[in-house]
């Protein structure tokens, strides 16, 4: 049985491309059942249309509020009858109402080594700190901004030279690796979030998710 997947996307959907390379792979059990933005222009839309993926554009700016937003999103995501639900850069802040409708099948890519900086700019801030490592993590998503169960992290050293340029585009590079590794997890069963937290095969995964080093 293919795993449903539906992705929210705002801008140039360079994650969703890793996505839907991925789910093209024949023995991937993930199946891109549409692609929603609240941006008419995201180019993320044009991408998933090249493969053929149902797309959807819900503007934010035509709801009275978020509550309205999120419960319109809620009924365009379930038309699809989507097993998992993918952030890939979308730029909204969820109601807890929606992230309780989608618990245990929401997911989220963040360009940090999460719990450090949450929120934005996190490659100036990893550069300022002066740390010696970077990278992005998948996790699930909860209530709490960039908080939730932590399923896989990639770790890059941070060059002496580095600079948010150049450290965003090695931790976009990751990121591209390691979002479809998760979504292929949780179609194939593999990954589920249980009581205790993110579990992979049945084990509970530790606090800062399945390390790759690159």
């Known amino acids: 049985m293919p795993c449903n997947v539906v992705v929210l996307i705002s801008g140039s959907g360079s994650n969703l491309q890793a996505l839907i390379d991925s789910a093209a792979q024949g023995d991937n059990p993930a199946r891109i059942a549409a692609v929603i933005s609240n941006r008419a222009d995201a180019y993320g839309l044009v991408r998933a249309q090249n493969a053929g993926i149902a797309t959807e554009v819900l ?37 807890p109402g929606f ?9 989220n890519i963040h360009p940090s080594l999460l719990p450090r900086y949450k929120g934005l700019h996190t490659h100036q801030r ?5 740390d010696a490592e970077h990278g992005c993590s998948v996790h699930f998503v909860t209530e709490e901004l960039d908080g939730g169960p932590l399923v ?4 890059l050293p941070v060059a002496p030279d580095d600079t948010a340029d150049s450290l965003a585009r090695r931790v976009h590079q990751q990121e591209h690796q390691i979002y479809p590794l998760a979504v292929r997890w949780f179609a194939e069963g593999r990954l589920r979030l249980g009581a205790q937290g993110a579990m992979l095969d049945g084990e509970p995964l530790p606090a800062s998710g399945h390390l790759i080093r690159t």
């Not at 992230?99 to 997911?107: F, I, K």
């Open 59 to 95: 503007d934010h700016k035509q709801f009275d509020g978020r509550e309205a937003f999120d419960a319109a999103m809620m009924q365009a995501i379930d038309a699809h009858q989507p097993d998992l639900v993918v952030l890939a850069g979308f730029m909204r802040i969820l109601t």
């Open 99 to 107: 992230v309780q409708h989608y618990s245990g099948r929401l997911l």
């Open 126 to 130: 990893a550069l300022d700190a002066g």
């Open 152 to 155: 896989v992290q990639a770790v």
